[in-house]
Structure formats: structure tokens, C-alpha cells
């Protein structure tokens, strides 16, 4: 399993050293959510702080962008060095278009479906997309709790990726901790997002070692 801790929890007086703290850790990326007040009610932050995370991190940067016309930003969200830039299919109309400009500027093409977005909505494009991205929570705020109806929707998703031969991978945000991320493990998922989760922890380093070695079946045994 692929860990992202989402850095939305962590302590923003103390961000390089929990940046510090993800490299020494198991972490696979970092997660960094964007959020304009618009598209999601709330505000979290932007390009300077996450050029701040960049300057420590040693590990690639999943940056989810929960904001209008996403597409305005590729360019930048490039500059910051990240690996995957995740979009909302909610906010792009012409998602095809979005899509194959994350890859044309040298990342990863992530795109993210709200619960209440079907699957279906991505028949003609997962060709396009590198990662997919299911919200198990409402997008806008750490500490939710997990939809549960996110369980059989991976299990579809990857029925779909399956049936149109894509090597997507499936990512899910929100609600993650060592029960939800079994049955998500068991479902199909490929990598975790893990905010409260993880900076909750008394040990966040375990926390996120714990996440990892989560695989289909084998936390049962
Ligand atoms: C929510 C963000 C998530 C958030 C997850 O809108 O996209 O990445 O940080 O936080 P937890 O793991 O606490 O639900
Ligand atoms: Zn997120």
C-alpha cells in the first residue's frame, strides 16, 4: 500500500519539522490540499507554503487541488517539482483537455470524484488519468468521517480501470485510519491519504507504518 499523509493536519507553526518527520517515515508522498472557498468551504493554503514544503520534502508531492478552473494553475503546480497533480472532475467541464495538460508538463494526471460523483462519469477518460481519486469524505476539512458507501465504489472503480485496461491507480482521501484502510485495502485500493490519522498519533511514524503494510486479506490474518 502507498501511504500520502495530508499535511492539512499537520501543525503550521512546525511545518518543516513535520515535513522532517515524513521523510524519516515510511510515507510513499506527501499530500498537500488546496483549497480556493469556492469550490470546497474552506480556505487551507497555497504556492508560497507549499514552495516552503517543497524546499524540506524529500518525497514526491501529491498536490490536490480543491479549486475552480484547476487547469489556470498547471504551470505552477509543475514549478513546485510535485509528481501528481490532482484535479476535481466536478470542476473541469473540458476534463479530457485538463488531463493530458498535467502530463504534457511532466506530471502525474490525478483526478478526484466527490461522493456523491458517479464512476461512470470517467468511462471516457481513464486513458488519461494516472491516478484516480475517490473522496471519501465531503472535500474541505480533515477529521470527517469516513462515507462507507466508499468501499464498494473502489471495488468498482477498479472493475472499470480492469475492464478498459487502465494502469490508473486508486487513491482514496479522507475518513483513512487502520480500520477504513483495511476494508479499503481489501476493495482494491492502491494508495492511502491519511491526515487526523496520522498527526493525531501518538506516534505518527507508526501510524503510517501501520497504513503501509496494510494489504488485501492479510491484516485479517
Ligand atoms: C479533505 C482533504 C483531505 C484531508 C483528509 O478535503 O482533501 O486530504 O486532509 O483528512 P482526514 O484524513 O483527517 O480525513
Ligand atoms: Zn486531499
Do not use: Y
Amino acid at each position: 500500500m502507498l501511504i500520502a499523509p495530508s499535511l492539512l493536519s499537520a501543525n503550521f507553526g512546525h511545518l518543516h519539522a513535520d515535513v522532517q518527520m515524513l521523510n524519516k517515515s515510511e510515507a510513499d508522498w506527501l499530500h498537500l490540499d488546496v483549497m480556493d472557498g469556492v469550490f470546497v468551504p474552506n480556505i487551507s493554503f497555497g504556492f508560497p507554503v507549499i514552495a516552503s514544503i517543497a524546499e524540506v520534502a524529500q518525497k514526491p508531492l501529491d498536490v490536490h487541488l480543491m479549486i475552480e478552473h484547476p487547469e489556470k494553475f498547471t504551470a505552477r503546480v509543475a514549478d513546485l517539482g510535485a509528481r501528481v497533480m490532482n484535479v476535481h472532475q466536478e470542476a473541469c467541464i473540458h476534463l479530457h483537455r485538463v488531463l493530458t495538460g498535467i502530463r504534457q508538463a511532466g506530471m502525474l494526471a490525478g483526478v478526484t470524484l466527490n461522493p456523491a460523483t458517479p464512476i461512470n462519469t470517467l468511462e471516457d477518460v481513464v486513458h488519461e488519468a494516472d491516478v484516480i481519486m475517490l473522496m471519501s469524505v465531503n472535500p474541505g476539512f480533515g477529521g470527517q468521517s469516513f462515507i462507507p458507501n466508499t468501499i464498494e465504489k473502489v471495488a468498482r472503480l477498479k472493475e472499470l480501470l480492469l475492464r478498459k485496461g487502465s494502469k490508473a491507480l486508486i487513491e482514496v482521501d479522507g475518513g483513512v485510519n487502520r480500520e477504513t484502510g483495511a476494508l479499503l485495502a481489501d476493495a482494491g485500493a492502491d494508495i492511502l491519504v491519511a491526515g487526523s490519522s496520522v498527526f493525531r498519533a501518538t506516534d505518527p511514524q507508526r501510524e503510517i507504518s501501520i497504513l503501509k503494510s496494510l494489504t488485501p486479506n492479510t491484516h485479517t490474518a
